[in-house]
């Protein structure tokens, strides 16, 4: 057997020799043999493992990536997956999100003048009541948007009375805005957020389709990282037990769904 050297791993991905020996230390590779000299020897086992992890990060994440590498080097398959399925629905979550905020700027590109969208005029503070009936629906509805942290009003401090500036007049819109496409609220806190950060339609625009990219490039680190974990999780002898099909099917079968679907 050929072994390696914490040099020779280092070398193919431009990292120092110790921080290979940290990535043993932390479980990210799996323990090395040692020489009857104590010299750590590395094997192709333990370049896969450090190949594998560094593809994760970009994927999942510093602490994603420990875990499901922990989890891969230890033997704990499911432990493994379930760490890489939740990185899966967070990214889902990012998406959703990018498609309630590209809804947002379709609105706001929508002005009838063809001007974006700002906040619109409002020479006093509106109370709770007045917001309300300006967007049809109840006080307890718009109270419930501020617990899930989509609008942020002052309080007067003589009465300690909400009070709504044009600036949440707009996040008010939007809001009820995307509760008619029957977004969640946590969700439309977030888009909020991002447009009062943005402040204006066109850095809003700029915003997006950099999120956009990211969420991108992250969907395709995910795929090349998969790739890599599925390999070094494949057994010794490259048998991989087969899916059960569903009972009642043969090979070639499409399952037929259950009623209703």
């Given amino acids: 057997m050929t072994y390696l050297r914490p040099a020779d791993l280092a070398r193919e991905h431009g990292i ?32 896969a493992a450090l190949r594998t992890y560094l593809a994760l990060i970009p994927a999942h994440g510093y602490a994603g990536s420990g875990t499901i590498m922990r989890a891969a080097v230890e033997g704990r398959l499911d432990d493994a997956l379930a760490g890489v399925d ?72 003589d009465t300690n009375h909400r009070t709504y500036d044009a600036d949440d007049v707009r996040d008010a819109e939007l809001a009820h805005f995307l509760r008619r496409g029957h977004h969640p609220l946590p969700l439309i806190a977030t888009v909020v957020q991002e447009v009062r950060t943005a402040g204006d339609t066109p850095s809003l625009e700029a915003a997006l389709a950099a999120w956009r990219a990211r969420v991108t490039a992250r969907g395709l680190a995910m795929l090349e990282a998969a790739a890599l974990l599925a390999e070094y999780l ?3 002898d490259g048998h ?8 009642g099917t043969a090979a070639g079968d499409t399952p037929t769904p259950p009623a209703g679907e």
């Avoid at 323990?31 to 750590?40: F, N």
């Avoid at 929508?110 to 006093?124: D, F, K, L, N």
């Fill in 16 to 47: 120092s020799p110790q921080t290979v020996r940290n990535y043993e230390r932390d479980g990210f590779l799996p323990p090395a043999e040692r020489s009857g000299t104590g010299y750590r020897r590395y094997t192709e086992r333990h370049a």
């Fill in 86 to 157: 939740r990185s899966h629905a967070e990214l889902l979550r990012d998406r959703g999100t990018l498609d309630a905020v590209a809804e947002v700027l379709a609105h706001l590109r929508g002005h009838p003048s063809g001007a974006p969208r700002r906040a619109p005029r409002v020479t006093q503070p509106f109370t709770i009541g007045e917001l309300a009936r300006r967007l049809g629906v109840s006080v307890a509805t718009v109270r419930a948007w501020e617990r899930a942290g989509v609008l942020a009003p002052t309080r007067r401090p």
């Fill in 234 to 236: 494949a057994p010794a």
């Fill in 240 to 247: 991989r037990p087969r899916p059960r099909r569903p009972a």
